[in-house]
């Protein structure tokens, strides 16, 4: 079975400070993918991005990065130097195979907010 | 990002009736699938399609729901006889097949029956 967890429910920092937010998967698989998404308060969802289970390489792009680590099943997201306009509900999500036209499953979400 | 297009973004319906919440999907993806977010919950999975037809759906996708691509391009998302509980937000999910899984999706729909 494949599941996300995402034990933190809400997160409240002041405005600059840096964030991570945990995400923790379970599969069985040995080939997967694993992403993150953005619901801001608008209500889309909004792709950040995907890691392929072979590439532990940690990723940075501008204010975010994100670390993979295997052997602990987690997949983590750190927003530096956070803004007002990082608030939103973030996802991380795995996809169970290697092929296309297979389902995401989401975790239960983490409510960030930022205060000025 | 490529551009998923969802109507209506909001509907509201009375308990019974039958809603069909359409998509327009990215070029050349042809990989589709609808998931739902009840208020404040998690995004749920409902059904994937490819070449004309369902490709997995999950137990919440029973005889109540229908997809299908009725001019080949859009694609819709049939509810019938709706219930108070199938209030949610409906997304439209759209894949390439060659970027691995990576589902972009629309604004969302939001349903709202009363």
């Known amino acids: 079975a494949q599941k996300v967890t995402q034990a933190q429910t809400e997160i409240s920092v002041v405005e600059k400070e840096d964030v991570t937010l945990d995400c923790v998967y379970e599969t069985r698989d040995t080939t997967y993918y694993l992403f993150w998404y953005k619901q801001p308060p608008s209500g889309e969802l909004v792709f950040l991005i995907r890691r392929n289970s072979f590439d532990e390489q940690n990723e940075i792009s501008g204010r975010y990065s994100w670390n993979f680590q295997k052997s602990t099943s987690s997949f983590n997201f750190t927003i530096t130097a956070s803004q007002v306009v990082d608030s939103a509900v973030y996802f991380c999500?795995?996809?169970?195979?290697?092929?296309?036209?297979?389902?995401?499953?989401f975790g239960s979400g983490t409510r960030l907010s930022i205060r000025p | 990002e490529p551009e998923v297009t969802q109507t209506p973004s909001h509907q509201v319906t009375q308990m019974g009736q039958e809603v069909i919440l359409r998509c327009v999907p990215i070029s050349n993806h042809l990989y589709f699938y609808w998931y739902r977010q009840i208020l404040g919950q998690k995004v749920e999975f409902l059904v994937s399609f490819y070449n004309n037809e369902i490709s997995e759906k999950s137990e919440i996708f029973d005889d109540q729901f229908s997809v299908e691509r009725p001019d080949g391009s859009n694609f819709t998302l049939k509810i019938r006889s709706t219930k108070l509980e199938d209030s949610a937000m409906y997304f439209c999910?759209?894949?390439?097949?060659?970027?691995?899984?990576?589902?972009?999706f629309g604004e969302g729909s939001w349903l709202t029956v009363v």
């Open positions: 999500a795995l996809s169970g195979t290697y092929s296309s036209a297979s389902k995401i499953i």
């Open positions: 999910g759209n894949d390439d097949g060659v970027s691995g899984n990576t589902i972009y």
